[in-house]
T-cell receptor, first 111, second 113 residues
Framework: GQQLNQSPQSMFIQEGEDVSMNCTSSSIFNTWLWYKQDPGEGPVLLIALYKAGELTSNGRLTAQFGITRKDSFLNISASIPSDVGIYFCAGHRGGSEKLVFGKGMKLTVNP | DGGITQSPKYLFRKEGQNVTLSCEQN?????MYWYRQDPGQGLRLIYYSQIVNDFQKGDIAEGYSVSREKKESFPLTVTSAQKNPTAFYLC????????????FGEGSRLTVL
């Protein structure tokens, strides 16, 4: 099945630093979503984007739906230790189409 | 509280045995999904169901089977035909298949000895 190109694959940062990650696709999506998975748990939805060009914030998180509909990015500002985990992007075309996931970005935050 | 519950959290099985993973939701969601997660592989769709008594194969359905006899329940059986069953299995639900907003369970880790 198709997968999204998510980068980087992993990041090691110091507490307080900002982090950016992105996701690209060769085809367009109508919805972009970002999930976070804590170690040993299931993913949790962070942000959903429904409109090309949309910029959405949720606390220290900011995500954007690319204007071409083929990409999205997620920024985390002023990282804290509990930001540790795996971040997944996902794209959805709508209707009964399946959700397509990226392979994830593993974030490590050093206190 | 509404949510999605997977059991067991950890499961060990011998080669050649079938094992069934439970997934129950009380969110009144129509759609349910099973994903497999391996290190560095992301989430791969095994089976999904948009409505009771109906389900479709995902990208890696071989060696797995499901049923959807009740709206709340979507059990996954890992059969002996699955050649590499050791993995982390995630169940999810959504209010409808047309949305990408999934609610995940806490996962079941299956280890084949």
């Amino acid at each position: 099945g198709q997968q999204l190109n998510q980068s980087p694959q992993s990041m090691f940062i110091q507490e307080g630093e900002d982090v950016s990650m992105n996701c690209t696709s060769s085809s367009i999506f109508n919805t972009w979503l970002w999930y976070k998975q804590d170690p040993g748990e299931g993913p949790v939805l962070l942000i959903a984007l429904y409109k090309a060009g949309e910029l959405t914030s949720n606390g220290r998180l900011t995500a954007q739906f690319g204007i071409t509909r083929k990409d999205s990015f997620l920024n985390i500002s002023a990282s804290i230790p509990s930001d540790v985990g795996i971040y997944f992007c996902a794209g959805h075309r709508g209707g009964s189409e399946k959700l397509v996931f990226g392979k994830g970005m593993k974030l490590t935050v050093n206190p | 509280d509404g949510g999605i519950t997977q059991s067991p959290k950890y499961l060990f099985r011998k080669e050649g045995q079938n094992v069934t993973l439970s997934c129950e939701q009380n969110l009144n969601h129509d759609a349910m999904y099973w994903y497999r997660q391996d290190p560095g592989q992301g989430l791969r769709l095994i089976y999904y169901s948009q409505i009771v008594n109906d389900f479709q194969k995902g990208d890696i359905a071989e060696g797995y089977s499901v049923s959807r006899e009740k709206k709340e329940s979507f059990p996954l059986t890992v059969t002996s035909a699955q050649k590499n069953p050791t993995a982390f299995y995630l169940c999810a639900s959504s209010i409808a298949a047309r949305t990408g907003e999934l609610f995940f369970g806490e996962g079941s880790r299956l280890t084949v000895l």
